[in-house]
């Protein structure tokens, strides 16, 4: 049997943190051994943003450098930078001939930006019909994604059926892969909202290269309520069960037994468990950053982007002739 596709992108917009990595770069790391995977920096979703192309610049091989890191393998997987690979664009505009605006008025991650006052722009509003090219670009069979993304995967889902409707079968209709925990961790500011790059306040976000003295730090202010019993419970103690699914994941045990274990212990011995357990995480990390050079990966991407391309434009063909745009 042909092995399956797997693509995912990260934006390259700063801060990779806690959320990102529980959240989908594990599961990417973990998928590269059995599926044919495909994963990229998004360089080009990030400038629906306010940004410095100065700052930018580093950023995007900051990103690329975290990946690598966290455990991307090159030569298992096809990574490079999405800008360097015209054909998403192309499909983009092809996609968003067919995308109705009702329906793009309805993702809540665009009235959210835009409600927090990050000005609406034509690239921020049709974010999801780039993000379904991405996807659908490599014929992708799967999606490793947070929970913030399931709205943009099943419009992308919705896409790929109207235009195999349309032009025949083309597209496989992706899934998406969302962790059973840890997919949407919380603010360590504020736990009734997701952890993100953007927020203002650092000490919401642990990041992947937050160095152990730090992590702890932030853990221990993480907020939670005044009761000081540790149990799982996300209306009533969204802080408490954010920080059981974290240390759930970083330590393979369930969340009933880590409340059987912390249950009675209090918050304070609590919380130095769960440092202890994302600090072991990370160290490999951390480690493995610190050995990656930045030639080695300018050297990296630069395959990246033309194996990719070639990938690409074989896929482009198709689209082309099944669309009446003909072949280039
Ligand atoms: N808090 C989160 N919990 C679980 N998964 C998360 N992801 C993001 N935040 C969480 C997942 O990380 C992947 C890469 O995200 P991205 O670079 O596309 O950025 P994003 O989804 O816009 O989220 P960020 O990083 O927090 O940025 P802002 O500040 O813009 O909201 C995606 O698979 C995402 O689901």
């Known amino acids: 049997m042909e092995r399956q596709t797997v693509f995912s992108g990260l934006q390259p917009t700063g801060n990779v943190h806690l959320g990102n990595y529980l959240g989908a770069l594990r599961n990417w790391v973990k998928l590269q051994d059995s599926y044919d995977s495909v994963y990229c920096v998004v360089d080009l979703h990030a400038i629906t943003v306010d940004y410095d192309p100065q700052q930018f610049e580093q950023d995007r091989i900051e990103a690329a450098k975290v990946l690598l890191a966290v455990g ?29 605006t009702g329906v793009l008025n309805r993702m809540t991650q665009y009235k959210d930006k835009v409600a927090r006052g990050i000005p609406a722009n034509l690239g921020l509003y049709s974010y ?18 947070g929970d913030d993304q399931r709205q943009h995967l099943e419009m992308t889902r919705d ?41 203002p306040n650092e000490k919401s976000r642990v990041l992947i290269l937050d160095s152990p003295d730090v ?86 991407m630069r395959r990246g982007a033309l194996d990719a391309r070639t990938r690409a434009e074989g896929f482009q063909q198709t689209v082309r002739q099944v669309t009446g745009l003909a072949p280039v």
């Open 72 to 100: 991307i393998d090159p030569d298992k997987s096809l990574f490079y930078f999405q800008s360097q690979v015209p054909q998403h664009s192309e499909l983009a505009w092809i996609l968003g001939t067919m995308t109705p």
């Open 215 to 300: 992590v702890r730090k932030k853990i221990k202010s993480a907020m939670t309520d005044s009761d000081p019993e540790v149990r799982f419970d996300r209306d009533e103690k969204p802080g408490i069960s954010n920080l059981l699914e974290i240390m759930s994941t970083c330590t393979g045990e369930s969340i009933d037994n880590l409340v059987a274990e912390y249950g009675g212990s209090g918050y304070g011995v609590f919380k130095e468990a769960v440092a202890d357990a994302v600090i072991a995480e990370l160290a490999p990390i951390r480690s493995a950053y610190t050995q990656l050079d930045d030639e080695e990966i300018a050297r990296i």
């Open 128 to 145: 999801p019909v780039l993000m379904a090219a991405d996807i659908l670009l490599y014929h992708a069979n799967l999606v490793p994604i």
């Open 159 to 199: 896409l790929a059926e109207r235009f195999n409707n349309r032009f025949g079968e083309v597209f496989p209709i992706p899934d998406a892969l969302i962790p059973e925990t840890t997919a949407r961790v919380m603010s360590f500011a504020d736990p009734t909202s997701k952890m993100s790059k953007s927020d």
